[in-house]
């Protein structure tokens, strides 16, 4: 599995910071590491800032890229044909999911790669063997 992408195009930058209170050298240093993808040393020597500081920074911005975009960015989309009641079900989960996501990124416990499954799920194990 690969890891997440924490690169925005302007566009997606731009939608982000709407209506956001970010500073200017913010939205500066935001932009040049999101968007133009320069090093975080760079930007430590070009605005003489901590590298924590930094990425708290790509975080916050990238948060409320993901906040507007609503899902978490290892998520996909698919069609899917069920009763109504499964669907209820399911779209509790969904959103319960939903919410732990964005609260541990509000909570600055952003994980960098989704977890990878270290043992096969047994299920579909035992009719692989």
Same mark, same amino acid.
């Given at each position: 599995?690969?890891?997440?992408?924490?690169?925005?195009?302007?566009?997606?930058?731009?939608?982000?910071?709407?209506?956001?209170?970010?500073?200017?050298?913010?939205?500066?240093? *935001? $932009?040049?590491?999101?968007?133009? *993808?320069?090093?975080? =040393?760079?930007?430590?020597? =070009?605005? *003489?800032?901590?590298?924590?500081?930094? !990425?708290?920074?790509?975080?916050?911005? !990238?948060?409320?890229?993901?906040?507007?975009?609503? !899902? #978490? #960015?290892?998520?996909?989309? $698919?069609?899917?044909?069920?009763?109504?009641?499964?669907?209820?079900?399911?779209?509790?989960?969904?959103?319960?999911?939903? $919410?732990? !996501?964005?609260?541990?990124?509000?909570?600055?416990?952003?994980?960098?790669? #989704?977890?990878?499954?270290?043992? #096969?799920?047994?299920?579909?194990?035992?009719?692989?063997?």
């Amino acid at each position: 599995m690969e890891s997440l992408r924490k690169n925005l195009t302007i566009e997606e930058f731009e939608a982000a910071i709407d209506g956001r209170d970010f500073e200017e050298k913010t939205k500066e240093i *935001g $932009r040049r590491s999101l968007v133009n *993808g320069e090093a975080v =040393a760079d930007l430590i020597k =070009a605005f *003489g800032v901590k590298r924590a500081w930094i !990425y708290g920074i790509r975080n916050a911005i !990238y948060a409320a890229h993901l906040e507007k975009k609503n !899902y #978490p #960015p290892d998520w996909v989309t $698919r069609t899917v044909t069920a009763s109504r009641e499964l669907f209820s079900e399911f779209d509790k989960r969904i959103e319960e999911e939903r $919410r732990g !996501y964005f609260t541990q990124i509000r909570s600055g416990k952003i994980i960098s790669e #989704p977890k990878r499954r270290s043992k #096969p799920v047994k299920s579909l194990a035992k009719g692989r063997q």
